[in-house]
């Protein structure tokens, strides 16, 4: 969850504010969320009210670290679970979206071996 502001900030701005975005926006915001445990989900209700209002245009994943194991029995973190999406958010990627990350110094080189192995095998 460390990080999460600004991506609440991003879902309010499209999804719960009348803004001029939120007028125009016709894409697909994505969040892939981390956290230890579900009863860490920070700002869930507001997420969950997007994901309700505009479900073609707002998805929300969860990599919950203490609940959730990875395909190989681990830990779900945030790369394992961006990895179970590969061919879609690859896919998407290939087609001009973007992708942001924050939180931790220490989850980026998990993530960034990850997007490089989906990559090379692509």
């Known amino acids: 969850g460390t990080g999460i502001a600004p991506y609440r900030g991003f879902v309010r701005r499209l999804f719960a504010e009348d803004t001029p975005a939120a007028r125009v926006y016709k ?3 994505w969040l892939f969320l981390g956290v230890a445990n579900s009863d860490a989900l920070l700002y869930d209700d507001e997420f969950q009210a997007a994901k309700e209002k505009f479900p073609d245009n707002f998805r929300i994943d969860y990599a919950l670290s203490r609940e959730q194991e990875n395909k190989k029995g681990g830990k779900m973190y945030i790369q394992d679970k ?9 896919d998407k990627l290939s087609n001009g979206a973007h992708i942001y990350f ?3 110094k220490g989850m980026m080189p998990g993530i960034t071996d990850m997007l490089q192995g989906v990559a090379a095998e692509k």
């Open 82 to 90: 961006v990895e179970e999406y590969a061919d879609e958010v690859f």
């Open 27 to 29: 894409g697909e915001a």
């Open 102 to 104: 924050c939180g931790l």
